[in-house]
């Protein structure tokens, strides 16, 4: 029975060990950067603070909605949120530039409070002479989220736990 039970183990371990590494396949990407490039001026606190274009693809089967977070970890005061929004629709493929700053989008895509205290996005906006890393982490999930317009980050990775099919991430910088 020992046997087994130690052979049932590294059969499981080797199934999870190739699952895990074909889950990775959903991707994020911008027509406005590349990732690890600088965000353009227009989609920063600088500019017209206008959220950048984004799309995705290599959706995973089964995905019934979709949320995001953007945030920048080299804030001075800790993890700074620059946008949370999520129940974006299973059909999505692609946010668009300049997503208005509603609580509830037409397509039923609800937005959460930012750092900034306001809902949608919020541009990079760095001390002088520092350069930020932004992180566009985009999650599909297999249901959509019960959660009220207007959550945080962290109600949001809350109620996405043990609901995310895979996760896809973009990185901008900004000076």
Known sequence: MKNFTFFMCIVLSVVLLFASSEASGLEIASDVFKDGETIPIEFTGKGENSSPPLRW????????????????PDAPMGTWVHWVI???PEESRSLPEGVPRDFTLENGTLQGINSFRWAGYGGPSPPPGSTHRYFFKLYALDRELELAPGANKGQLMRAIQGNILDRAELVGVFE
């Open 57 to 72: 693809s290599d959706v995973p089967d089964g995905t019934k909605s979709f949320a995001l977070v953007m945030d920048d």
């Open 86 to 88: 999520y129940n974006i």
